[in-house]
T-cell receptor, first 109, second 114 residues
Framework: EDQVTQSPEALRLQEGESSSLNCSYT??????LFWYRQDPGKGPEFLFTLYSAGEEKEKERLKATLTKKESFLHITAPKPEDSATYLCAVGQGAQKLVFGQGTRLTINP | SQTIHQWPATLVQPVGSPLSLECTVEGTSNPNLYWYRQAAGRGLQLLFYSVGIGQISSEVPQNLSASRPQDRQFILSSKKLLLSDSGFYLC?????????????FGPGTRLLVL
């Protein structure tokens, strides 16, 4: 059965303090790994899709990387507005996604 | 550009009452549509998905049902709500086809069953 595990569950950083979020997965044939950002009370907002090991994508202070067993979301010099829950998901057949539990990120000014 | 709508935004319902949540997508045709539920502080659980009008696949046995009466309309229903049905309900869409495409989410409906 496909599984996605995110760590840590929660992370508190000071503004400007860089760090990484982890997403480990077990899937029979990766059909894409997806990162989303979710603000409280809102729907998830798409950030990145990665399809193959070694692939990297960047957007502002965020950079996503992918290996055969895990993905990292690196946050460089974060700002308070980066505070959110970050969700990772892997693609299954029939265009379904399996989501991890998320990492709740708090950036203190 | 594509837009996805959900309503209502929030709903408070008594146990045993019926439920109808609606999701519509604009700016695309023949999308795949999905219903998810998110419990407080948890990840997303896929409830139903649909690849076309009248075609519904259920992922989790429960007292909820889904229907797709039109190409860009997806409805989540229940005849009798349970306390455990409380949660944040999200609708998502993706382009149809054989490849894995990104899913885009609506704003969600917060349901509280009392």
């Amino acid at each position: 059965e496909d599984q996605v595990t995110q760590s840590p569950e929660a992370l508190r950083l000071q503004e400007g303090e860089s760090s990484s979020l982890n997403c480990s997965y077990t899937v029979s044939g990766l059909r894409g790994l997806f990162w989303y950002r979710q603000d409280p009370g809102k729907g998830p907002e798409f950030l990145f899709t990665l399809y193959s090991a070694g692939e990297e994508k960047e957007k502002e202070r965020l950079k996503a990387t992918l290996t055969k067993k895990e993905s990292f979301l690196h946050i460089t010099a974060p700002k308070p507005e980066d505070s959110a829950t970050y969700l990772c998901a892997v693609g299954q057949g029939a265009q379904k996604l399996v989501f991890g539990q998320g990492t709740r990120l708090t950036i203190n000014p | 550009s594509q837009t996805i709508h959900q309503w209502p935004a929030t709903l408070v319902q008594p146990v045993g009452s019926p439920l109808s949540l609606e999701c519509t997508v604009e700016g695309t045709s023949n999308p795949n549509l999905y219903w998810y539920r998110q419990a407080a502080g948890r990840g997303l659980q896929l409830l139903f998905y649909s690849v076309g009008i009248g075609q519904i696949s259920s992922e989790v046995p429960q007292n909820l049902s889904a229907s797709r009466p039109q190409d860009r309309q997806f409805i989540l229903s229940s005849k009798k709500l349970l306390l455990s049905d409380s949660g944040f309900y999200l609708c998502a869409w993706t382009t149809g086809g054989g490849t894995q495409e990104t899913q885009y989410f609506g704003p969600g409906t917060r349901l509280l069953v009392l």
